[in-house]
């Protein structure tokens, strides 16, 4: 079977995949975060494993796992999802990023549990850092990064400007007004837009066919 792998397109190349949601602590019992399944991520991870590729996944908190051989490096917050990703990232000859990073994350973490009161409660929120964009900065020549979007409205001018503002090589995206798409869902309808604005437009599919989709658009990158 060694002989069989060796023959495997992304046989040497080494993959860097982010999955699920960050989870951000406002105390010991209590946290911030986004929807994510982890699915989308996991079924990325395992398909570039099919195809050979030395895959590094950092996983948020999630209850997949993968079917295939992959390393896997749990973390809770973006903070060490940031810290994951700058140790793999050097070394990848490719990263995809599908986890759903939280955005903000509390300027505090109180040590004990925030006793109820009758007053509300309000919790001051700084914001995290885009781990993909410190990626963008310091990709090299032959690196390829990939991102992904979520937008609910002007769906292709949003995704444009990540792409660009991250240096991606392309980015997926997810609209939320596509009804099979979203966080808990087996499906997945995706548009992949790349450096030269080309737009791609794929069918509601299973996302280990969505995942399949967003390999062979890196394979076509990786060969060119
Ligand atoms: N991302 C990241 N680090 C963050 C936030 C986002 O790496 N702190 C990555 C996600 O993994 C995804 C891409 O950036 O690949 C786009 O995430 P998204 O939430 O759609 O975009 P944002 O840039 O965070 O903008 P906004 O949420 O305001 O739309
Ligand atoms: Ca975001």
Redesign the pocket.
């Known amino acids: 079977t060694s002989d069989i792998r060796s023959k495997l397109p992304l046989v040497g190349q080494k993959m860097l995949v982010?999955a699920g949601p960050?989870y951000e602590a406002i105390d010991p019992v209590r946290f911030i975060g986004?929807h994510s399944s982890g699915k989308m991520g996991f079924a990325i991870a395992d398909r570039l494993a099919e195809l050979g590729a030395d895959v590094t996944l950092v996983a948020g908190p999630t209850a997949q796992k993968s079917k295939q051989q992959v390393t896997r490096v749990d973390v809770t917050s973006?903070a060490d999802?940031?810290a994951a990703?700058l140790q793999h990232f050097e070394d990848a000859d490719a990263c995809i990023?599908?986890?759903?990073?939280?955005?903000y994350t509390p300027a505090q973490v109180a040590t004990q549990k925030i006793k109820k009161q009758d007053a509300g409660l309000n919790i001051e929120l700084k914001?995290?850092?885009?781990?993909?964009?410190?990626?963008g900065a310091r990709k090299r020549d032959g690196q390829v990064l990939?991102?992904?979007?979520?937008?609910t409205n002007d769906e292709e001018d949003?995704a444009i400007k990540?792409l660009q503002?991250?240096n991606l090589d392309f980015?997926?995206l997810?609209s939320l007004n596509d009804s099979g798409a979203g966080f808990q869902t087996d499906t997945n309808k995706i548009t992949i837009i790349d450096s030269d604005l080309q737009k791609t437009v794929f069918d509601l599919k299973t996302k280990e066919d969505v995942a399949r989709d967003i390999c062979d658009k890196l394979m076509q990158l990786i060969n060119a």
Request: glycine share 2%.
């Open positions: 982010t960050t986004n973006a999802m940031l990703c990023m599908s986890a759903a990073v939280a955005d914001k995290t850092t885009d781990i993909l964009k410190t990626l990939v991102g992904f979007a979520l937008e949003n990540k503002s991250k980015i997926v997810n």
